[in-house]
């Protein structure tokens, strides 16, 4: 873990590099396809999943801490590699014209966990599984491109005054940028995707949506004098944002650790800008445009992410404004991490809320939105601090004055604000609660599920299974009307609420049995 003064100091090294400007001669200078297979058959036609490597290289003067030391080519530039999986229509023109570039997570692909998962298996990141094909009914080409140091990605690297090797990781960054901005404009035949590709989308889920957040912020959404991202979706950032400016030793990256209810303090996770108006304003200093941006947390990113930060700053707990070109959603009763299956490490089952329709719709949300459509108004927690529970991880002790709040809960233990999807708006659960022990990471990102005793069924549904199935019918259309829920997604809600064993389906009249007048 790194010192305050170490963090310190390679903070002001690194705003001192980003008062330079982007500098031209990043360039993806070769694109190897090494596999290709079939990936399914889908309403777009047949896909295929590419592996693939990227050769970039990069002016030594670019803002980067220690490329201006690395090695260079005969060209005089800092070449890397980096793997790239590509799953897109056999035929490219095929497509719809959107390329969603997925940020892994820890080396692992997010996309097809968030946005194909179905409702009681969710798919595991790091899987390429189909489940719902949602992405590739909606012929969306999907680019995976590694940036992590320790994940695939070979990055360049120097000796520093002291004679320790060094990896020049902000290179992360540029090679999410190059490998994207290629894949758009690049050209046949080295590019598998060339002309196919008019719209240019990002997402980073958890680690890499701090990694997107601190993308933007450090004015990497520029390559050619083009802006690379068109939007980008930041899913479960909290108010994180990633010190991948930082030059590492290796093996494993300086963006690898997160702070937590063990070791509170550590720094270069929870830093400004917080605020999405702050982090914009740092963006339009560095860039020709900014992308649109849906920001997407869960009830889990505010108890154990000090995800309210990011709507208040570090004073007090007054929201500040939200951009124009920004929307959050809060996600009630969701889970940070989108599982079903209970770890043995944690004391209670995993939570059982299914947030990938939620996922879906500001998907679809954002791809409307840059083809001129705006969103819905962002759907916010009810916020309240609680000082005294020991579930919220409260702020650090280097930011004097600043206050984590969490959302409310009602008498069942739900928060009703933010997007409250069926499961909740109609519950037979609580799902506000953090799973223990708190110090175990993937614990307290778990969430919990605790159904309510039958008595309690029984006084919110005294109509039993159809009063129960009718209510989860309306409050799935008023999501529909309001554009948070799709209407495929709506009928699978309200089929699962039909069939849901909580419930006793009402029993047949008896045979011969004579209705009453």
Request: glycine share 10%; net charge neutral.
């Amino acid at each position: 873990m790194r010192t305050t003064t170490g963090y310190t100091a390679a903070l002001a090294a690194t705003l001192a590099l980003a008062c330079l400007p982007r500098m031209a001669g990043a360039e993806i200078v070769a694109f190897t396809v090494t596999s290709t297979q079939p990936y399914g058959e889908f309403a777009r036609g047949k896909f295929v999943r590419i592996e693939a490597e990227a050769l970039g290289a990069l002016a030594p003067s670019e803002a980067i801490p220690g490329l201006d030391r690395a090695p260079r080519n005969a060209r005089g530039l800092v070449e890397y590699r980096t793997p790239v999986t590509l799953v897109i229509p056999e035929s490219p023109s095929a497509g719809n014209g959107a390329l969603l570039v997925d940020v892994p997570n820890r080396g692992r692909a997010i996309s097809f966990g968030l946005y194909n998962s179905p409702r009681t298996r969710s798919i595991a990141v790091g899987s390429f599984d189909q489940g719902t094909g949602f992405l590739q009914e909606r012929g969306y080409s999907v680019a995976v491109v590694q940036w992590e140091l320790g994940e695939g990605p070979q990055l360049p690297a120097f000796t520093d005054a002291r004679g320790t090797k060094l990896f020049a990781e902000g290179v992360g960054f540029a090679a999410v940028r190059d490998v994207a901005a290629y894949l758009r404009d690049g050209a046949a035949p080295g590019n598998p995707l060339a002309g196919a590709i008019t719209r240019l989308y990002a997402v980073g889920y958890s680690q890499t949506a701090r990694l997107m957040k601190s993308f933007l912020v450090n004015g990497f959404n520029d390559a050619g004098g083009k802006s690379v991202f068109d939007a980008v979706h930041i899913v479960n950032a909290a108010a994180g944002g990633m010190p991948l400016l930082d030059a590492g030793p290796g093996p494993g990256s300086v963006a690898w650790e997160t702070p937590g209810h063990s070791n509170p303090e550590h720094r270069g996770v929870h830093e400004e800008p917080f605020t999405w108006a702050d982090a914009m304003k740092a963006a339009a200093a560095r860039s020709r445009k900014l992308p649109l941006v849906i920001v997407n947390n869960t009830l889990n990113d505010y108890m154990g992410g000090r995800a309210a930060l990011a709507r208040t700053g570090m004073r007090g707990t007054a929201d500040l404004a939200i951009p124009e070109n920004v929307r959050v959603y809060d996600i009630s009763g969701a889970p940070h991490t989108n599982s079903r299956t209970r770890n043995p490490e944690c004391g209670e089952g995993q939570g059982q809320l299914d947030w990938s329709p939620a996922l879906r719709a500001e998907l679809v949300a954002l791809d409307d939105w840059v083809r001129g459509r705006a969103p819905p108004p962002s759907r916010l927690f009810s916020l309240e601090a609680r000082p005294a529970d020991p579930e919220v991880f409260q702020a650090p002790g280097y930011l004097a004055g600043a206050v984590v709040t969490v959302p409310k809960r009602d008498a069942d233990g739900n928060a009703q604000s933010g997007v409250v999807l069926p499961d909740v708006a109609v519950p037979i659960a609580s799902h506000g609660y953090m799973n223990s022990p708190l110090t175990t990471m993937a614990c307290r990102q778990a969430g919990t599920y605790r159904p309510f005793e039958k008595a309690a069924l029984e006084r919110l549904y005294p109509g039993g299974i159809n009063e129960y199935v009718t209510k989860v019918r309306v409050a799935a259309r008023k999501l529909v009307d309001d554009r948070l829920l799709l209407p495929e997604d709506a009928a699978v809600i309200g089929n699962a609420a039909a069939e849901n064993p909580a419930f006793a389906p009402t029993r047949p009249r008896a045979r011969g049995a004579t209705t009453a007048r």
